[in-house]
């Protein structure tokens, strides 16, 4: 049974690129869950995907900032523009079902570096 | 906000001690409690829960009692083993299912 899949797990950007971290949920879960962790804080929430629809984004960034979760396929969270502080490890959870007991199922993390 | 601090790592320990990791919380309502883990190469899996106040959540030989006193929520296990080598996170959930806040997580490490 695979995991909640995410890659790459390092990607090491310059200011001004795109970064493009993608996430494969587990197999049979159909929502998705993005979280960033910045450098000395917690883990918090982005945004909440099931196929093809966006139902919170509560936590994403205004600006630079989108996440998709195509009828096929991964996930995306794509970060236009980078900035030095959009380094961070970005997070990808999945769940069979909109979770009503907290539990989520994550990947290892992609660790951004902009230089 | 809400918020989750636990204890600064990382922490270092000999098979067979005793471990604590303290968690405390900041919420304006009655949030549910969590504790992750993550093992290395891994990604991080649910290790344990409380839903309210005096729930003791426990798995795998750990421990954490839903302390609304203390705002607390602070892991235990009486005997690590190297297997137990891993990052930990403590995380309150309230309102939205999906929205958990985490704290920074603490990496300990179990030397045999």
């Known amino acids: 049974n695979a995991g909640v899949m995410q890659n790459p797990r390092h990607l090491v950007r310059r200011r001004g690129q795109e970064a493009r971290l993608r996430c494969s949920p587990m197999k049979g879960h159909s929502h998705v869950y993005w979280y960033r962790q910045l450098p000395e804080e917690g883990l918090k929430f982005m945004v909440y995907?099931?196929?093809?629809?966006?139902?919170?984004e509560s936590g994403m960034p205004k600006e630079r900032f989108s996440a998709e979760f195509p009828k096929e396929g991964p996930s995306i969270l794509r970060i236009q523009q980078v900035v030095r502080g959009d380094s961070a490890a970005y997070f990808c959870?999945?769940?069979?079902?909109?979770?009503?007991?907290?539990?989520?199922?994550f990947g290892e993390g992609s660790r951004l570096t902009v230089l | 906000g809400d918020s989750v601090t636990q204890m600064e790592g990382p922490v270092t320990l000999s098979e067979e001690a005793f471990l604590t990791i303290n968690c405390t919380y900041t919420a304006t309502g009655y949030p549910s409690l969590f504790w992750y883990v993550q093992y290395p190469g891994e990604g991080l899996q649910l290790l344990l829960k409380a839903t309210k106040a005096d729930d003791k959540g426990s798995n795998k030989g750990f421990e954490a009692t839903y302390r609304k006193e203390t705002t607390s929520f602070h892991l235990e296990k009486g005997s690590v083993q190297v297997s137990d080598s891993a990052v930990y996170f403590c995380a309150l959930r309230e309102g939205s299912n999906y929205k958990l806040t985490f704290g920074k997580g603490t990496l300990l490490t179990v030397n045999p």
């Open positions: 995907l099931q196929k093809e629809n966006i139902i919170d």
């Open positions: 959870a999945s769940s069979p079902e909109p979770t009503n007991t907290g539990e989520l199922f």
